[in-house]
């Protein structure tokens, strides 16, 4: 099992990033995914989750409204799309297999990290 994210960099607030996981090695349109993030000093924080039927999806309070989720499973490919970025967005984001009471149990990537300053 592979999960790679990529698209993170240093944005200033207000600003966009969108974040891109490439999955292999499992059956990707069977599984939930989710995007995670751990800010320094803090644990794991849940972001989202966009479920197997594509069309269904789940955001943290914090998120909703700025950040957008969606997935490819003919590119085993899941996305996040960040508008509005806060200081507060700062974090090393993970992809992961699950929902959002699960995913803490499945598959994660290494992260993509996510800065959001002026």
């Known amino acids: 099992v592979q999960l790679v994210e990529s698209g993170g960099g240093l944005v200033q607030p207000g600003g966009s990033l969108r974040l891109s996981c490439a999955a292999s090695?499992?059956?990707?349109?069977?599984?939930?995914m989710s995007w995670v993030r751990q800010a320094p000093g803090k644990g794991l924080e849940w972001v989202s989750t966009?479920?197997?039927?594509?069309?269904?999806?789940d955001y943290a309070d914090s998120v909703k409204g700025r950040f957008n989720i969606s997935r490819d499973n003919a590119k085993n490919t899941v996305y996040l799309q960040m508008n509005s970025l806060k200081s507060e967005d700062t974090a090393l984001y993970y992809c992961?297999?699950?929902?959002?009471?699960?995913?803490?149990?499945?598959?994660r990537g290494q992260g993509t990290q996510v800065t959001v300053s002026s």
């Open positions: 966009i479920y197997t039927g594509i069309t269904i999806t």
């Open positions: 090695g499992f059956p990707f349109s069977f599984y939930h």
């Open positions: 992961a297999t699950g929902g959002r009471g699960n995913f803490v149990s499945g598959y």
